[in-house]
């Protein structure tokens, strides 16, 4: 994959299915009762990971690229897999469906790629084993692969010390399992796809500030959802018709949960110009079409509670930041080093690879913006959102931008480089 330069960037997208929304229509589908149907499902390695999980567990699932169907067989319907559940490079995956597990009267053995089996899952242990489950690691201690042992859970309260939706999710998960009710506090309030979708399918979901509150063994019942556009995804677009010139891109269909939305308030407070059409409600979720424009950008801080709801978007908020006047500051963003990648480290030598003023810190970066940047070779440490996120730096830079593993972007949206690419013709 060789990018260069682009002269405009000029039409009309609509991108893949929100990832979050995917995996839990999958799971809360495979928990409730009768056929959930699934339109706008994202056809990505991770999701896909989730429903080959659910298949093993006994689950009945079509998907024919333009439908997903579930058959559920409620709260405990699931049976024992006939060998370990590969979560492949999703973290989604892993941790949520551990908050199932863990309410199950059998045990499951989990593992991933050599990405996933670096990532710390104590952070989902800890209070799953206060519940009443127990783990076993195989390899790395709190890590990929593990074994968990389930059932008999009790309802706890957990004051999670970071803000993730995924640590959260896995507790509210299991406290449909529990003697009582369970409830989760978290130091800023992360995506709360679960809370929302959970509510849709019956569940006595509770949420007042940062705390979400679960009611045990609900009946849960198949529902028809319709999966809006990723943010995460269209992050890359709206960047990169920020920075090019002679650019006018409208992305049509973006869930534009506020949970989610950070990139687009960074965007307007460095001046992007963004443009909300045609605002609804599709399944529970805010969704808009999104006009974004050419756009002289200015240094931002991007810090503090703004941070969970912009996590996955640092990488290409980070050059948006070298393309902008002024020194941009990230902090707050100790997360990153934890993802599929250490994006601090990994956004810091590919920004100074190609030439950008950039310092790494314990928990972010400071870009001082305004360089011209060149191409290279981008070491994308098989990170999707590293590959995206270059993608746009390497059309608006000189020379020609490659990538050691540019397929590393169907984990997310396999076909991102001719979608972008597209606009520019």
């Known amino acids: 994959m060789i990018i260069s330069r682009q002269k405009q960037l000029k039409g009309t997208i609509t991108v893949p299915g929100d990832k979050s929304i995917s995996h839990r229509s999958v799971m809360f589908g ?101 519940m009443g489950a127990s783990f076993e690691s195989h390899a790395k201690e709190n890590c990929a692969p593990f074994t968990i042992h389930g059932g008999n859970l009790h309802g706890i309260h957990y004051d999670s010390p970071v803000a993730s939706a995924q640590v959260k999710s896995s507790i509210l998960l299991a406290g449909l399992y529990a003697d009582d009710i369970t409830s989760v506090t978290e130091p800023q309030l992360s995506r709360n796809h679960t809370e929302l979708m959970l509510r849709g399918f019956g569940a006595n979901v509770l949420s007042e500030g940062t705390t979400a ?146 310092t790494a810190t314990d928990d972010g970066m400071i870009i001082n913006g305004g360089r011209p940047l060149h191409g290279c070779q981008i070491q994308t440490h098989a990170d999707h959102r590293i590959a995206m996120a270059f993608t746009v730096a390497g059309i608006n830079a000189e020379g020609e931008t490659t990538f050691d593993d540019p397929n590393c972007v169907a984990i997310s949206y396999p076909t991102f480089y001719q979608d972008m690419l597209g606009l520019g013709k």
């Open 30 to 130: 495979a928990i409730s009762n009768g056929l959930t149907e699934v339109t706008g499902f994202l056809q990505g390695a991770d999701c896909l990971s989730t429903i080959a999980c659910f298949q093993k567990l006994g689950i009945e699932i079509e998907n024919d690229n333009q439908k997903v169907k579930i058959y559920g067989k409620g709260l405990h319907g699931l049976q024992a897999p006939s060998g370990i559940l590969d979560a492949g490079n999703s973290g989604t995956t892993t941790r949520l469906i551990s908050g199932i597990l863990a309410g199950q009267p059998f045990e499951t053995t989990i593992t991933g790629d050599a990405s996933i089996q670096k990532r710390p899952m104590g952070r989902i242990m800890t209070p799953l084993s206060m």
């Open 213 to 358: 509150t679960i009611h045990p063994e609900p009946e849960l019942f198949g529902q028809k959802i319709t999966v809006p556009g990723d943010i995460s995804s269209a992050a890359y677009f709206i960047a990169a018709g920020l920075i090019a010139p002679n650019a006018e891109i409208l992305i049509q269909n973006v869930g534009i949960n506020p949970t989610r939305d950070g990139i687009l308030k960074v965007a307007k407070a460095m001046g992007g110009k963004i443009t909300y059409l045609n605002e609804r409600i599709v399944s529970g979720e805010p969704v808009a079409d999104i006009l974004v424009e050419s756009s002289d950008l200015a240094a931002t801080e991007v810090s503090g509670d703004l941070i969970p709801t912009l996590i996955d978007e640092i990488p290409v908020i980070a050059v948006m930041a070298a393309f902008a006047k002024g020194t941009t500051i990230i902090k707050d963003a100790q997360e990153l080093k934890v993802k599929e990648s250490d994006r601090i480290a990994v956004v810091t030598d590919n920004l100074k690879a190609m030439g950008a003023d950039i």
